[in-house]
């Protein structure tokens, strides 16, 4: 989790965040203690196109609109990003997430945006990847 704190106010969902580097998706509540977060993503002009999952992985880490901070989602960031961002992202098409199968680490979560569909998918098949970057939201 990136402990980036921001002050200015969250545009509205579906907006850029003016010098956050991208779309503002909503917030994602913390796990085990952590604090929630913003969820931002990279906009369709950074897309990733068919890559497997390591590569996606490398991709999503490279500095974007002067942060260094971008990464892959995590396998519950898709699912907020399905709902107040599905529109921004192509709904033919599978998308990598962070998150490898627990059973199988030949295996990775990926998350389709028409119905908001989550499965698993092999590492080495290729999908299309969109960074993100959190700001936590520290009270």
């Known amino acids: 989790m990136q402990s980036n704190e921001n002050s200015a106010p969250a545009p509205r969902i579906g907006y850029e965040w003016i010098g956050q580097g991208g779309i503002y998706a909503g917030i994602v509540g913390g ?7 913003h969820l931002i993503h990279a906009t369709i002009d950074h897309e990733i ?6 590569l996606a992985l490398i991709a999503a880490k490279a500095p974007l609109n002067g942060f260094d901070d971008w990464s892959l989602p995590d396998r519950r960031e898709p699912r907020l990003l399905s709902i107040n ?5 192509d709904t033919d098409c599978w998308y990598w997430t962070a998150t490898q199968c627990a059973s199988n680490t030949d ?3 990926v998350q389709h945006f028409y119905g908001g569909y989550q499965s698993i998918s092999r590492k080495s098949n290729e999908y299309r ?3 993100v970057r959190r700001i936590l939201i520290i009270q």
């Open 31 to 37: 796990e085990n203690g952590e604090p929630d977060y």
């Open 49 to 54: 196109d068919d890559t497997t999952w390591d």
């Open 85 to 89: 961002s599905a529109d921004s992202f």
């Open 107 to 109: 295996y990775a979560w």
């Open 129 to 131: 990847a969109r960074a």
